[in-house]
């Protein structure tokens, strides 16, 4: 067609079509240059290998724990994502649109999809998502809904504790357990629930219980003292189970004290008015278990003073359920106990996320198949 | 020495054997070479295969805990598939040239690292996953080697198609050949990386957590996803691609082996704080 006949052409479907729309179309055209920019394969190639360049920065050049602060837990990176999905949404199924569906294609959709499903379940986990550090001594209860029986939480913006039901119960922590011969190692004997509708389980590592969308994974194990503070006629004053942090020694060995995790240390005792700074240590007797020894040491309490730089005014030794003298007091650890740390999990989005995983493998396998039968077919 | 080593040490011989034959039957350009060094491979197959199940048998411990263990099961299913591919499949004689070198000194390596059989398996560990996600990584490993292998041939017959080279099959038949393995891997890489998720989601309760070695997989597949997206989506072929993929083995080296167990990651001979 010459010029001159596509102008007549125009001219004609100008005076043919009333009301006269505007040739030019400023609001319909930033919105298809958005389309396009959004599905276009350069876009895909340039976010995968930018994403791929951030990856390996993140395992070379900065690493662990810096590599989360400064790249995988950054908006612009996970702005990437985002742009990465929100393009593949666009181009292919851009592309795919109105096509006739072959397995080749079959499998591409299941495999696009997936990361789109993926996607939008990550979003809605993110959401109301609950991840929180529960400690219990063994025979402690706490209440799950209640913000203070967690160490620690993290939780989405329209997550509401009232979402976690009932209690939690640890009945006991079991060493060395065994399920079909296999040693597990750690279990805990937990219970969780509302009354009357508790569940109570054996959970280890591979195992966790699930109550009602919300899991509970073992995490970690460690002793606790009952430690009882008593006057010199013996008559108990005050007792506190104390929770002992599992240092690792150079030799390997673990030491079990009062402290933190960065190291041993002291703490006010008793808790409410304190008459001593007391460090608590222990040695597990390696034949029979929650019996060993237990190490004091004790300092006059000066509220805001760290008393491990002076000598203890006391310190010795005694079995588990033996007394200790210390000055006008005894102390003695009257039982060993075991606490455990359970990371109490809520991420409703996660049978989405886990299940775009295998639909997205499906895909890929679908895809391929399909490719090779179409290959032999061309062949033939 | 106990009768697995030798075993081991024998196959390490039989794949130097091997090796040597294919570098020197290609500088030679003598073709009888790479028959020498197809049966010595087959031969090392062997001791290797029986090197696994012994040291498999002595602990009842699955064989790919430690480095030395993953190498050595890794090199164990490059080979298989190398041996399948040779024997049945599509026979591309001096493949072994970079497949052979490449199980060789990993295989070396995987020597100097060995350490007494584990007594029992890391609570974390028993599960199922654990075979589905060594599975998926080692058979990955298998075909993208494979792949570079065919990706070399590839270069070699389109510099110079006289002589040996011209026995290979055609150019396209190798692009082609080389592509599928790519695809094989990546969906093998795949399973990998799902297994891996659905094991730590038990596990640790969290699927992705950006741990080193969840990204390093994460950066395998997607360099094999741009390899297949160039290929799909802008119509690459040929000597790039081939270029691409022997590349992209060496990275797939150090992301399965060189860095996950150098670091203090939740892969560093499987160790979980349970203190």
Redesign the interface.
């Given at each position: 067609m010459t010029r001159n006949e596509r102008d007549e052409v125009e001219l004609v479907a100008e005076t043919e079509s009333f009301p006269v729309e505007p040739r030019y179309h400023p609001i319909h055209r930033i919105p298809r240059m958005i389309y396009d920019f959004l599905a276009s394969?350069r876009l895909?190639?340039a976010l995968?290998?930018a994403?791929?360049v951030c990856?390996?920065a993140?395992?070379t050049v900065v690493?662990?724990a810096q590599?989360?602060l400064t790249i995988?837990s950054t908006l612009w990176f996970n702005a990437l994502l985002v742009l990465l999905v929100v393009n593949v949404a666009c181009c292919f199924f851009g592309r795919i649109w109105h096509r006739r569906i072959t397995v080749i294609s079959f499998g591409m959709i299941l495999f696009h999809m997936s990361f789109v499903a993926m996607f939008l379940a990550i979003v809605y986990d993110s959401l109301f998502f609950f991840?929180g550090s529960l400690r219990l001594t063994e025979g402690e209860t706490l209440q799950n809904s209640d913000p203070h029986s967690y160490d620690g939480y993290r939780q989405g913006r329209f997550f509401s504790f009232s979402r976690l039901k009932g209690e939690t119960t640890l009945v006991k922590m079991i060493r060395g357990y065994r399920v079909g011969g296999?040693?597990?190692?750690?279990a805990y004997d937990v219970e969780v629930g509302e009354p009357g509708h508790k569940r109570r389980e054996v959970i280890?590592?591979?195992n966790?219980l699930d109550y009602k969308g919300v899991?509970y994974?073992p995490e970690?194990?460690?002793y606790s003292a009952l430690i009882v503070l008593s006057d010199k006629t013996g008559k108990e004053l005050y007792g506190a189970h104390v929770p002992l942090q599992?240092l690792?020694q150079k030799d390997n060995s673990?030491l079990y004290t009062t402290g933190t995790k960065e190291g041993a240390g002291s703490f006010p005792f008793p808790q409410d008015s304190p008459l001593y700074s007391l460090q608590v240590a222990y040695r597990p007797d390696p034949v029979k278990d929650r019996s060993g020894e237990v190490f004091f040491q004790v300092w006059p309490y000066r509220e805001g003073e760290i008393p491990q730089q002076e000598q203890p005014a006391a310190a010795g030794k005694a079995p588990v359920g033996q007394h200790f003298s210390a000055g006008g007091h005894t102390l003695a650890a009257k039982e060993i106990r075991y606490w455990v740390g359970m990371?109490v999990?809520h991420d409703p989005g996660?049978p989405v996320?886990?299940a775009s995983?295998?639909v997205?493998?499906a895909g890929?396998?679908i895809t391929?198949f399909g490719?090779?039968r179409k290959?032999r077919a061309g062949k033939g | 020495m106990k009768s697995e080593l030798v075993c081991f040490w024998l196959a390490v011989a039989l794949y130097g054997v091997s090796t040597f034959s294919y570098i020197f039957g290609l500088i030679a350009r003598y073709d009888k070479l790479y028959l020498v060094g197809l049966l010595s491979a087959l031969a090392g197959f062997l001791p290797h295969t029986a090197s696994i199940g012994l040291r498999w048998a002595a602990s009842g411990v699955e064989p790919f805990i430690t480095i030395s263990e993953s190498i050595t099961f890794g090199v164990f299913m490059a080979v298989l598939l190398f041996l399948v591919f040779q024997l049945t499949v599509k026979k591309v004689p001096p493949l072994g040239v970079l497949v052979m070198p490449t199980s060789f000194v990993l295989l070396g390596w995987a020597g100097t690292l060995i350490k007494e059989v584990a007594t029992s398996l890391n609570p974390a560990l028993q599960s199922a996953w654990l075979w589905v996600h060594i599975v998926g990584a080692t058979t990955g490993f298998a075909s993208v080697l494979i792949a570079a292998g065919l990706g070399l041939m590839y270069l070699m017959k389109e510099k110079d198609s006289a002589g040996i080279a011209d026995r290979l099959p055609e150019l396209s038949v190798l692009d082609t050949q080389s592509y599928r393995f790519v695809a094989g891997g990546f969906i093998m890489y795949g399973l990998m990386i799902v297994s891996g998720a659905y094991w730590s989601n038990t596990v640790k309760g969290n699927y992705w957590a950006w741990d080193p070695v969840e990204v390093w997989s994460l950066v395998s597949w997607l360099i094999y996803g741009i390899y297949l997206h160039l290929r799909v989506t802008f119509g690459w072929r040929g000597s790039k691609l081939a270029w691409y993929s022997l590349i992209a083995l060496v990275v797939m080296i150090v992301s399965y082996w060189g860095i996950p167990f150098s670091l203090e990651t939740f892969h560093s001979g499987f160790r979980i704080d349970h203190s």
């Open positions: 394969a895909a190639m995968l290998v994403i791929l990856c390996l993140g395992v690493r662990g590599a989360w995988f991840q296999e040693d597990k190692r750690a280890y590592i591979t966790n899991k994974l970690k194990e460690g599992s690792k673990y990371n999990r996660k996320i886990l995983l295998w997205g493998l890929m396998i391929t490719r090779m290959g | -």
